[in-house]
Every structure is written in structure tokens, then in C-alpha cells.
């Protein structure tokens, strides 16, 4: 996970979307629609412990969320994600958390350093986190 420095009106752009998709707005309804089963998709790949498929469908789901609503980016996290993919990373993607400010990097284990370093110096905020490999239980 990394902070760009910038936070963004992450919520805004959710409140459009929901408008055109109550709307009824073709070109949403149609993205909605790719972003959905790309969604169950990568879900399913997760469950058979595909990761390599699962990052693929993600990807391919980012860029389908990118094309609904290209505003989903800023400036600084397009840049961050460039310099991460030029050190290595698979890719990034914006997950609206710090107000839309935190993005996504995956990259493999091997790359890592590569990655914290390179996007640490063009100005993001490395932050400590690891994947859950089960969800919440509450007994």
C-alpha cells in the first residue's frame, strides 16, 4: 500500500456513477456489467488459489473501472503507479482509502524493495501491510 500525498473526492465519484447507474446510462450500465464479472471472476480464481489469474482479472478490472470513470486517477497516483511498473510491479490501483489517496502495488516478492524504493522516492508513503489469507471470524 502506498499514500500518494494527495487525497482526492474519492466519494464524489462513487455518487456519479450511482446517478448514472440509477439513470439507467448505457455506457455505465455496460461498464458495471464488464467490472461485475471480472469482480466474480477474479473472486473465483482466488478460491482456487490462482493469484497469478487473480492479479491478471484485477488488472483487467482496474482498467474497466479506469474507463467508467477516468477521474478515478490523479495526477499523483498515475505517476506513482508508472514508476512502481517501471520497477517491477504488475501494477497498482487506487483503493479509495485516505480519502482516495492509498493505492494498491502488487508486485512479486522479489521486486518489493525495488518498488518501496522507487516509489519512495518519487514521493509516496510506503505503508506496512500484509494479506489476509482469511476473512473475519467472530465466535
Known sequence: LCYCGQSRASARNNWDIFRSFFDGDPK????MSVIGALS??????LEHG???????????????RVALW??????ETKHLAEVARDAGAYFSRVCGAGG?????????????????SAVTQ?????????????GLAID
Not at 466474480?40 to 480464481?45: I, K, L, P, T, V
Not at 490462482?50 to 474497466?64: H, K, N, P, T
Open 28 to 31: 455505465t450500465l455496460e461498464h
Open 40 to 45: 466474480e471472476d477474479c473472486a473465483r480464481a
Open 50 to 64: 490462482e493469484v497469478d489469474e487473480a492479479l491478471s482479472i484485477s488488472r483487467r478490472e482496474w482498467e474497466a
Open 70 to 75: 477516468p477521474a478515478i486517477e490523479t495526477s
Open 100 to 116: 482516495g489517496g492509498v493505492m494498491s502495488i502488487f508486485a512479486d516478492p522479489g521486486d518489493h524493495s525495488a518498488v518501496k
Open 122 to 134: 518519487a514521493g509516496g508513503i510506503v505503508l506496512p501491510a500484509t494479506v489476509a489469507t482469511t
